[in-house]
């Protein structure tokens, strides 16, 4: 079975030794995928202190720019925002950032619905409040 590596050229750099994305015979395996931005220290919707700690953050803006770095490694890797058949979602804090993540992941997933799971966790690698974990399936195996 072949197995193929992606990197986005235009998706945020991983900060690890990972590629974006790794396909196995017709599956696609994204890395965790979270809100940061190609090129930049500031992420979108973050306010750091000057030790580097969260003070604020907008969960809305990082919910579509996570969606928006998913679709830029999806295309990257020859796949489609409609190939996505599972996602895990990790979040830092279930009881306020829930209710708008899940009204937004409605709107980008109106028209495919892969299966979902939601958990929150106590952090994340970088100073986030979300990061997803994609499964997509392509349409036939590359050869």
């Not at 193929?4 to 015979?25: M, T, W």
């Not at 919910?63 to 990790?90: M, Q």
């Not at 937004?104 to 100073?127: G, H, V, W």
Request: hydrophobic share 35%.
């Amino acid at each position: 079975m072949k197995t193929n590596i992606f990197n986005s050229n235009d998706a945020p750099e991983p900060v690890g030794l990972y590629p974006h994305s790794r396909q196995v015979g017709n599956f696609l395996f994204l890395s965790g995928v979270g809100p940061r931005e190609k090129g930049k220290k500031e992420i979108p919707g973050v306010t750091l202190d000057k030790n580097g700690e969260i003070l604020d953050y907008d969960i809305e803006k990082q919910c579509h720019s996570v969606f928006k770095n998913v679709r830029l490694i999806l295309e990257a890797s020859g796949a489609s925002w409609e190939n996505l058949v599972d996602v895990t979602v990790f979040l830092t804090n279930m009881e306020k950032d829930f209710p708008t993540f899940n009204k937004l992941y409605a709107e980008y997933f109106s028209t495919n619905q892969p299966c979902r799971t939601t958990l929150e966790i106590n952090a994340l690698p970088t100073p986030i409040a979300i990061e997803l974990k994609c499964v997509a399936v392509l349409e036939k195996e590359e050869k």
